[in-house]
């Protein structure tokens, strides 16, 4: 085991780019074995079953049926998918638009249920009993389509796991750290934790905290760096486990590292699934003061994690990426180093307009408070804060001179990039944002990736920025062959 009381330098804010000829980044980024929501037979069987089952609920031989009732139980599913459709753009839910069969399969679930309903009298018992089935089987459809959209799931036991709340990779109690004290461990725990909202009054759920195997070892902890991992809009604290799948690329990291690696912490920003804080304190709760007061409060008194700005991290995945610029920007003296993973210009719930008034109960001034442009410019010149930009392209912009590979090309990414739509803008964010940055002293880099908006992407920023950023925090790095 390294000593960790010898760290390296903070290196220069540019991290290596993936190649095949860089294992270190690149090494075991697979993803649990299990059947495939994003590609192969599943999808498409789950569509077709569900259509079939429809066409039986529907087909009836009586001239009212085809003359009144089913071109109504039509006019509720086009409505209802055009009012779904308003819905998502009105409240700024989505970065890629949606594909076009996700709103067909929204209408058709409507559209089963105003048949089973308005075909109910004088059906035959098992005609009734197919249209109910229909509305479950549509309403299941449209959940894989809106899946393969965001890549939120990537296999049934993924999505399993977690609607029955199963335990994490590597997931132990906080009773059985004491035992494993002194220990050397192949692999980090992921451990669930009650953190205190004394400080902020931001009602949470439960949260995680990964500690890699150098925390293990010796009579004590060693004071580790800390890095703060956010996810997106609709959230749980344990979507960069469950849903990005990064054990397998963090476990090789630590592996060549001699069991070295951050402690990372994943918060929880929302409160609830469906809350988009945007990280702000707000009519939707403090989740600044909570991210920022009761989260660093409890890692460094409870795993003896070191309280130095320079060695605490932030990284972010969509809204989490805009939480990171934010935290960064307004909180150098709690942290020196952020990634932001296709974040946005700022804390955004809609127009901006829409935004003062859901984020900030009409409050202009406090949307300043947040903005990280108006941020930078009123604090002046930063020290020591570096900063990574991953972000998405379309293909048309490949010329990039700091543009990635992509994200993956494996079956098990989302369909995001693949549906031939070009992301929503992003990447102009990120370039405003660092040039901003770079006008008052703060270190950063833009790179870019073909790909979509989806967990793989993340995932894979995840993985080919962590080196940069354990380096960041004071950790040695491996040698990348």
């Given at each position: 085991m390294p000593d960790v009381s010898v760290l390296a330098a903070p290196p220069?804010?540019?991290?290596?780019r993936i190649s095949p000829a860089n294992p270190v980044l690149i090494q075991q980024h697979a993803f649990h074995p299990g059947i495939s929501l994003l590609h192969g037979w599943l999808p498409p069987t789950v569509?077709?079953?569900?259509?079939?089952?429809?066409?039986?609920a529907v087909a009836r031989r009586t001239r009212r049926w085809w003359l009144i009732r089913l071109p109504a139980c039509v006019a509720v599913g086009v409505a209802a998918a055009l009012?779904?459709?308003?819905?998502?753009?009105?409240?700024?839910?989505?970065?890629?638009?949606?594909?076009?069969?996700?709103?067909?399969?929204?209408g058709v679930t409507a559209a089963a249920a105003a048949a089973a309903l308005l075909g109910w009298p004088g059906a035959h018992w098992?005609?009734?009993?197919?249209?109910?089935i229909a509305i479950p089987s549509a309403l299941l459809s449209t959940g894989v389509v809106l899946n393969q959209w965001v890549g939120y799931y990537p296999t049934v036991q993924a999505a399993w796991g977690?609607?029955?709340?199963?335990?994490?990779?590597?997931?132990?109690?906080?009773?059985?750290?004491?035992?494993?004290?002194?220990?050397?461990?192949?692999?980090?725990?992921?451990?669930?934790?009650?953190?205190?909202?004394t400080g902020s009054g931001f009602a949470h759920r439960t949260e995680y905290v990964y500690l890699p195997p150098a925390w293990f070892a010796g009579p004590?902890?060693?004071?580790?760096?800390?890095?703060?991992?956010?996810?997106?809009?609709?959230?749980?604290?344990a979507d960069w486990i469950r849903s990005g799948q990064i054990m397998p690329a963090l476990n090789g990291f630590t592996k060549a590292n001699g069991g070295l690696a951050p402690i990372l912490v994943f918060v929880d920003a929302g409160g609830s699934f469906n809350n988009d804080t945007e990280c702000v304190n707000g009519p939707r709760g403090h989740a600044a003061a909570h991210l920022t007061e009761d989260v660093p409060a409890y890692v460094e008194a409870r795993f003896g994690a070191s309280a130095d700005p320079a060695r605490w991290a932030v990284v972010g995945w969509s809204m989490g990426g805009t939480c990171a610029v934010d935290l960064a920007v307004m909180h150098p003296d709690l942290l020196h180093t952020f990634v932001d993973i296709a974040g946005d210009l700022g804390p955004s719930s809609g127009t901006e307009e829409q935004t003062v008034s859901r984020l900030f109960g009409g409050d202009a001034a406090a949307w300043d408070a947040f903005d990280p442009l108006t941020v930078m410019a009123r604090h002046g010149p930063y020290n020591g804060?570096?900063?990574?930009?991953?972000?998405?392209?379309?293909?048309?912009?490949?010329?990039?001179?700091?543009?990635?590979?992509?994200?993956?090309?494996?079956?098990?990414?989302?369909?995001?990039?693949?549906?031939?739509?070009p992301d929503s803008g992003e990447?102009?964010?990120?370039?405003?944002l660092c040039d901003a940055g770079r006008a008052v002293g703060v270190d950063c880099t833009v790179y870019t990736t073909e790909g979509g908006h989806t967990w793989q992407f993340a995932a894979a920023a995840f993985a080919s920025s962590l080196p940069w950023v354990a380096g960041r925090v004071g950790l040695p790095v491996p040698a990348t062959g």
């Amino acid at each position: 085991m390294p000593d960790v009381s010898v760290l390296a330098a903070p290196p220069s804010p540019a991290p290596p780019r993936i190649s095949p000829a860089n294992p270190v980044l690149i090494q075991q980024h697979a993803f649990h074995p299990g059947i495939s929501l994003l590609h192969g037979w599943l999808p498409p069987t789950v569509e077709l079953l569900a259509a079939a089952v429809l066409l039986v609920a529907v087909a009836r031989r009586t001239r009212r049926w085809w003359l009144i009732r089913l071109p109504a139980c039509v006019a509720v599913g086009v409505a209802a998918a055009l009012a779904a459709a308003w819905y998502v753009a009105d409240e700024g839910l989505a970065s890629d638009p949606a594909p076009a069969r996700l709103w067909v399969w929204v209408g058709v679930t409507a559209a089963a249920a105003a048949a089973a309903l308005l075909g109910w009298p004088g059906a035959h018992w098992w005609r009734r009993g197919i249209a109910v089935i229909a509305i479950p089987s549509a309403l299941l459809s449209t959940g894989v389509v809106l899946n393969q959209w965001v890549g939120y799931y990537p296999t049934v036991q993924a999505a399993w796991g977690a609607v029955t709340a199963g335990p994490l990779p590597q997931q132990t109690d906080l009773s059985a750290l004491p035992a494993l004290r002194d220990t050397a461990l192949t692999d980090g725990k992921v451990v669930p934790v009650r953190i205190p909202d004394t400080g902020s009054g931001f009602a949470h759920r439960t949260e995680y905290v990964y500690l890699p195997p150098a925390w293990f070892a010796g009579p004590t902890p060693p004071a580790l760096p800390v890095v703060m991992m956010i996810g997106g809009e609709f959230n749980t604290p344990a979507d960069w486990i469950r849903s990005g799948q990064i054990m397998p690329a963090l476990n090789g990291f630590t592996k060549a590292n001699g069991g070295l690696a951050p402690i990372l912490v994943f918060v929880d920003a929302g409160g609830s699934f469906n809350n988009d804080t945007e990280c702000v304190n707000g009519p939707r709760g403090h989740a600044a003061a909570h991210l920022t007061e009761d989260v660093p409060a409890y890692v460094e008194a409870r795993f003896g994690a070191s309280a130095d700005p320079a060695r605490w991290a932030v990284v972010g995945w969509s809204m989490g990426g805009t939480c990171a610029v934010d935290l960064a920007v307004m909180h150098p003296d709690l942290l020196h180093t952020f990634v932001d993973i296709a974040g946005d210009l700022g804390p955004s719930s809609g127009t901006e307009e829409q935004t003062v008034s859901r984020l900030f109960g009409g409050d202009a001034a406090a949307w300043d408070a947040f903005d990280p442009l108006t941020v930078m410019a009123r604090h002046g010149p930063y020290n020591g804060v570096a900063g990574l930009f991953d972000d998405l392209v379309p293909a048309e912009r490949s010329d990039n001179a700091n543009r990635r590979s992509p994200a993956s090309d494996d079956d098990s990414a989302g369909l995001g990039g693949r549906d031939e739509v070009p992301d929503s803008g992003e990447v102009g964010a990120a370039d405003r944002l660092c040039d901003a940055g770079r006008a008052v002293g703060v270190d950063c880099t833009v790179y870019t990736t073909e790909g979509g908006h989806t967990w793989q992407f993340a995932a894979a920023a995840f993985a080919s920025s962590l080196p940069w950023v354990a380096g960041r925090v004071g950790l040695p790095v491996p040698a990348t062959g």
